[in-house]
Protein backbone atom coordinates (compact mmCIF):
# COMPACT_ATOMS: atom_id res chain seq x y z
CA UNK A 1 0.00 0.00 0.00
CA UNK A 2 1.20 3.41 -0.96
CA UNK A 3 2.43 5.67 1.76
CA UNK A 4 1.41 9.78 1.16
CA UNK A 5 4.33 11.67 0.71
CA UNK A 6 5.87 13.72 3.51
CA UNK A 7 4.66 17.06 3.98
CA UNK A 8 6.86 19.77 5.41
CA UNK A 9 6.56 21.06 8.72
CA UNK A 10 5.77 24.56 7.28
CA UNK A 11 2.77 23.56 5.47
CA UNK A 12 1.10 21.72 8.64
CA UNK A 13 0.54 18.77 10.26
CA UNK A 14 -1.41 15.86 8.09
CA UNK A 15 -4.57 14.59 9.58
CA UNK A 16 -5.58 12.14 6.43
CA UNK A 17 -4.43 11.27 2.88
CA UNK A 18 -6.21 9.85 0.34
CA UNK A 19 -4.14 8.86 -3.37
CA UNK A 20 -6.93 9.64 -5.65
CA UNK A 21 -4.87 9.81 -9.65
CA UNK A 22 -1.90 8.94 -11.15
CA UNK A 23 -0.28 10.60 -14.13
CA UNK A 24 2.08 9.58 -15.93
CA UNK A 25 5.17 9.14 -13.87
CA UNK A 26 3.70 10.61 -10.75
CA UNK A 27 1.16 9.92 -8.09
CA UNK A 28 -1.70 12.75 -6.94
CA UNK A 29 -2.46 12.96 -2.97
CA UNK A 30 -5.10 14.64 -1.16
CA UNK A 31 -4.20 16.00 2.09
CA UNK A 32 -6.49 17.25 4.66
CA UNK A 33 -4.00 19.38 7.21
CA UNK A 34 -5.00 20.22 10.79
CA UNK A 35 -7.20 23.17 10.70
CA UNK A 36 -9.65 22.14 8.05
CA UNK A 37 -6.81 23.05 4.79
CA UNK A 38 -6.56 21.18 2.12
CA UNK A 39 -4.04 20.13 -0.04
CA UNK A 40 -2.77 18.48 -3.27
CA UNK A 41 0.64 16.50 -3.05
CA UNK A 42 2.15 15.22 -6.61
CA UNK A 43 4.78 12.45 -6.29
CA UNK A 44 7.44 12.06 -9.32
CA UNK A 45 10.13 12.98 -10.64
CA UNK A 46 11.40 16.49 -12.67
CA UNK A 47 9.02 18.32 -10.37
CA UNK A 48 10.98 21.42 -9.67
CA UNK A 49 9.81 22.41 -13.40
CA UNK A 50 6.46 22.04 -12.83
CA UNK A 51 6.64 23.93 -9.79
CA UNK A 52 8.73 26.97 -11.98
CA UNK A 53 6.14 27.11 -14.80
CA UNK A 54 3.10 27.40 -12.29
CA UNK A 55 5.09 29.92 -10.96
CA UNK A 56 5.85 31.81 -13.99
CA UNK A 57 1.87 31.64 -14.59
CA UNK A 58 0.93 33.25 -11.30
CA UNK A 59 3.53 35.61 -11.41
CA UNK A 60 3.47 36.79 -15.26
CA UNK A 61 -0.70 36.15 -15.77
CA UNK A 62 -4.14 36.19 -14.21
CA UNK A 63 -4.83 32.45 -15.52
CA UNK A 64 -5.82 30.62 -12.25
CA UNK A 65 -3.65 28.24 -11.00
CA UNK A 66 -2.47 26.27 -8.19
CA UNK A 67 -0.88 28.47 -5.13
CA UNK A 68 2.12 26.59 -4.89
CA UNK A 69 3.25 25.73 -1.46
CA UNK A 70 6.33 23.55 -1.70
CA UNK A 71 8.08 22.34 -4.85
CA UNK A 72 11.48 20.27 -5.28
CA UNK A 73 12.71 17.68 -7.84
CA UNK A 74 10.31 14.82 -6.46
CA UNK A 75 7.86 16.44 -4.61
CA UNK A 76 5.03 19.24 -4.97
CA UNK A 77 2.40 20.51 -2.36
CA UNK A 78 -0.05 23.06 -4.01
CA UNK A 79 -3.62 24.29 -3.45
CA UNK A 80 -6.77 22.14 -3.95
CA UNK A 81 -8.98 23.11 -6.33
CA UNK A 82 -12.00 21.87 -6.66
CA UNK A 83 -13.51 20.59 -10.19
CA UNK A 84 -15.34 17.76 -11.82
CA UNK A 85 -18.02 20.26 -13.61
CA UNK A 86 -18.60 19.59 -17.16
CA UNK A 87 -17.25 22.19 -19.69
CA UNK A 88 -20.68 23.05 -21.08
CA UNK A 89 -20.81 26.48 -23.20
CA UNK A 90 -21.03 29.05 -20.08
CA UNK A 91 -17.36 26.99 -18.56
CA UNK A 92 -16.18 27.26 -22.48
CA UNK A 93 -17.16 31.07 -22.68
CA UNK A 94 -15.19 31.73 -19.18
CA UNK A 95 -12.27 29.59 -20.69
CA UNK A 96 -12.39 31.54 -23.72
CA UNK A 97 -11.40 34.75 -21.84
CA UNK A 98 -9.03 33.44 -19.16
CA UNK A 99 -7.06 31.80 -22.39
CA UNK A 100 -7.26 35.32 -24.35
CA UNK A 101 -6.15 36.72 -21.27
CA UNK A 102 -3.33 34.51 -21.29
CA UNK A 103 -1.92 35.20 -24.83
CA UNK A 104 -2.33 38.80 -24.58
CA UNK A 105 0.69 38.45 -22.21
CA UNK A 106 3.41 39.01 -24.92
CA UNK A 107 7.18 38.37 -24.86
CA UNK A 108 9.94 39.63 -27.04
CA UNK A 109 11.05 36.31 -28.66
CA UNK A 110 9.45 32.88 -29.15
CA UNK A 111 10.36 29.62 -26.72
CA UNK A 112 11.55 30.30 -22.96
CA UNK A 113 14.04 31.54 -20.50
CA UNK A 114 14.05 27.44 -19.44
CA UNK A 115 13.62 24.16 -21.08
CA UNK A 116 9.97 23.08 -19.83
CA UNK A 117 8.01 19.20 -19.56
CA UNK A 118 4.80 18.27 -22.12
CA UNK A 119 3.91 15.71 -20.18
CA UNK A 120 7.02 13.38 -18.82
CA UNK A 121 8.96 14.30 -21.80
CA UNK A 122 11.56 17.12 -22.44
CA UNK A 123 10.28 20.32 -24.49
CA UNK A 124 13.06 22.69 -25.26
CA UNK A 125 12.70 25.97 -25.55
CA UNK A 126 15.70 27.69 -27.01
CA UNK A 127 14.46 31.46 -27.57
CA UNK A 128 14.49 32.39 -31.39
CA UNK A 129 12.50 35.70 -33.18
CA UNK A 130 11.50 32.99 -36.10
CA UNK A 131 8.59 31.33 -35.43
CA UNK A 132 8.18 28.78 -38.28
CA UNK A 133 11.80 27.69 -37.53
CA UNK A 134 11.39 27.06 -33.69
CA UNK A 135 8.36 25.54 -34.50
CA UNK A 136 9.85 23.22 -37.09
CA UNK A 137 13.46 22.54 -34.90
CA UNK A 138 11.92 22.19 -31.83
CA UNK A 139 8.51 21.17 -31.80
CA UNK A 140 7.78 19.30 -34.81
CA UNK A 141 11.18 17.60 -36.12
CA UNK A 142 12.31 17.31 -32.72
CA UNK A 143 9.72 15.18 -31.46
CA UNK A 144 9.55 13.10 -34.66
CA UNK A 145 13.26 11.92 -34.45
CA UNK A 146 12.88 10.88 -31.23
CA UNK A 147 9.95 9.17 -31.97
CA UNK A 148 11.80 7.32 -34.63
CA UNK A 149 14.95 6.48 -32.42
CA UNK A 150 12.79 5.09 -30.03
CA UNK A 151 11.53 2.91 -33.32
CA UNK A 152 7.35 4.99 -32.96
CA UNK A 153 8.03 5.98 -36.31
CA UNK A 154 8.87 3.75 -39.28
CA UNK A 155 11.78 5.57 -41.96
CA UNK A 156 8.58 6.33 -44.65
CA UNK A 157 6.42 8.41 -42.23
CA UNK A 158 9.75 10.31 -40.98
CA UNK A 159 10.52 11.07 -44.60
CA UNK A 160 7.28 12.33 -44.99
CA UNK A 161 7.70 14.54 -41.92
CA UNK A 162 11.01 16.21 -43.40
CA UNK A 163 9.28 17.31 -46.34
CA UNK A 164 6.31 18.43 -44.48
CA UNK A 165 8.36 20.59 -42.37
CA UNK A 166 10.26 22.25 -45.99
CA UNK A 167 6.53 23.43 -46.72
CA UNK A 168 6.13 25.56 -43.20
CA UNK A 169 6.46 28.57 -44.26
CA UNK A 170 3.76 28.51 -47.12
CA UNK A 171 1.55 26.27 -44.77
CA UNK A 172 1.94 28.72 -41.84
CA UNK A 173 2.22 32.59 -43.74
CA UNK A 174 3.03 35.22 -41.57
CA UNK A 175 2.27 34.09 -37.56
CA UNK A 176 1.28 36.21 -34.88
CA UNK A 177 4.28 37.83 -32.03
CA UNK A 178 5.25 35.70 -29.39
CA UNK A 179 2.41 35.26 -26.87
CA UNK A 180 2.64 33.01 -23.09
CA UNK A 181 0.94 29.74 -23.61
CA UNK A 182 -0.25 27.09 -21.05
CA UNK A 183 0.75 24.81 -23.51
CA UNK A 184 -1.28 21.46 -22.67
CA UNK A 185 -4.86 22.45 -22.68
CA UNK A 186 -7.10 19.39 -23.01
CA UNK A 187 -9.66 18.63 -20.68
CA UNK A 188 -7.50 16.36 -17.71
CA UNK A 189 -5.69 19.47 -16.82
CA UNK A 190 -8.84 22.37 -16.76
CA UNK A 191 -10.67 22.23 -13.55
CA UNK A 192 -14.49 23.75 -13.82
CA UNK A 193 -17.11 23.91 -10.83
CA UNK A 194 -20.45 25.28 -10.45
CA UNK A 195 -20.64 27.16 -14.18
CA UNK A 196 -17.21 28.31 -13.77
CA UNK A 197 -13.39 27.73 -14.37
CA UNK A 198 -11.72 27.06 -11.06
CA UNK A 199 -8.07 26.25 -12.16
CA UNK A 200 -5.70 25.30 -15.07
CA UNK A 201 -3.02 22.27 -14.23
CA UNK A 202 -0.10 20.76 -15.47
CA UNK A 203 1.46 23.50 -17.16
CA UNK A 204 3.59 23.23 -20.60
CA UNK A 205 4.60 26.99 -21.17
CA UNK A 206 6.43 28.98 -23.59
CA UNK A 207 6.11 31.76 -25.81
CA UNK A 208 4.69 30.79 -29.14
CA UNK A 209 2.33 31.56 -31.19
CA UNK A 210 -0.93 30.87 -29.77
CA UNK A 211 -2.66 29.35 -32.57
CA UNK A 212 -0.98 26.10 -31.35
CA UNK A 213 -2.37 26.49 -27.85
CA UNK A 214 -5.80 26.93 -29.59
CA UNK A 215 -5.43 24.13 -32.34
CA UNK A 216 -4.05 21.32 -29.05
CA UNK A 217 -7.96 22.45 -27.33
CA UNK A 218 -9.21 20.83 -30.17
CA UNK A 219 -7.22 17.76 -30.68
CA UNK A 220 -9.21 16.07 -28.23
CA UNK A 221 -12.37 17.61 -28.04
CA UNK A 222 -11.72 20.47 -25.09
CA UNK A 223 -13.38 23.49 -26.67
CA UNK A 224 -15.66 24.21 -29.80
CA UNK A 225 -17.58 26.92 -30.79
CA UNK A 226 -18.55 28.42 -28.03
CA UNK A 227 -14.80 29.02 -26.88
CA UNK A 228 -13.77 29.67 -30.33
CA UNK A 229 -16.72 32.55 -30.90
CA UNK A 230 -15.82 34.11 -27.93
CA UNK A 231 -12.08 33.93 -28.03
CA UNK A 232 -12.38 35.21 -31.55
CA UNK A 233 -14.55 38.45 -29.97
CA UNK A 234 -11.31 39.04 -27.95
CA UNK A 235 -8.65 38.29 -29.79
CA UNK A 236 -9.46 37.59 -34.05
CA UNK A 237 -8.44 34.09 -35.24
CA UNK A 238 -6.36 34.55 -38.50
CA UNK A 239 -8.42 32.85 -41.65
CA UNK A 240 -6.89 29.75 -42.50
CA UNK A 241 -6.65 28.31 -38.87
CA UNK A 242 -9.58 25.57 -38.80
CA UNK A 243 -8.58 24.74 -42.61
CA UNK A 244 -4.63 24.19 -42.67
CA UNK A 245 -3.12 25.48 -39.45
CA UNK A 246 -4.94 23.70 -36.69
CA UNK A 247 -3.69 20.13 -38.37
CA UNK A 248 -0.36 21.51 -38.69
CA UNK A 249 0.09 22.31 -34.99
CA UNK A 250 -1.43 19.25 -34.24
CA UNK A 251 1.08 17.49 -35.09
CA UNK A 252 3.28 17.97 -32.35
CA UNK A 253 0.97 16.64 -29.40
CA UNK A 254 0.14 13.86 -31.76
CA UNK A 255 3.90 12.96 -31.66
CA UNK A 256 4.02 13.46 -28.08
CA UNK A 257 1.58 10.78 -27.75
CA UNK A 258 3.12 8.40 -30.14
CA UNK A 259 6.30 8.48 -27.89
CA UNK A 260 3.89 7.92 -25.07
CA UNK A 261 1.14 5.05 -26.29
CA UNK A 262 1.74 4.62 -30.02
CA UNK A 263 -0.98 3.11 -31.39
CA UNK A 264 -3.73 4.92 -32.97
CA UNK A 265 -2.14 8.31 -32.79
CA UNK A 266 0.87 7.37 -35.45
CA UNK A 267 -2.40 6.56 -37.89
CA UNK A 268 -3.69 10.34 -36.44
CA UNK A 269 0.01 11.66 -37.92
CA UNK A 270 -0.01 9.59 -41.19
CA UNK A 271 -3.34 11.03 -42.18
CA UNK A 272 -2.87 14.40 -41.62
CA UNK A 273 0.77 14.23 -43.62
CA UNK A 274 -0.67 12.80 -45.82
CA UNK A 275 -2.91 15.94 -46.59
CA UNK A 276 -0.37 18.20 -47.18
CA UNK A 277 2.80 15.89 -48.98
Same mark, same amino acid.
Do not use: C
Given at each position: ????????? =???????A?? %???????????I?L? &??????????? #????? *???????? $?????????????D??? /?????????? #??????????? +????????????R???????????????????????????? =?R?? =???????????? $??? /??????????????????????? /?? =? *???? *? #?????????????I??????????????????????? +??? %???????????????????????????????? /? %? &? #???????????????
Amino acid at each position: MSVHPAIPE =HIGQVVAARR %FADGNTAELWLIDLA &GGRRVVAKRGK #GLMLE *GAMLRHLA $DHSRLPVPELFHADDSL /LVMSWIEGGG #GLNAPVQEHAA +ELVAGLHDVGAERYGFAFDTLIGPLHQPNPESKDWIEFFRD =HRLM =HMARLALKEKRL $DGG /LMGSIERLAELLPNLIGEPAPPS /LI =H *GDLW *G #GNILAHRGRIAGFIDPAVYHADPEIELAFSTLFGTFG +EPF %FRRYAELRPIRPGFFEVRRDIYNLYPLLVHVR /L %F &G #GSYRGQVAGIVSRFV
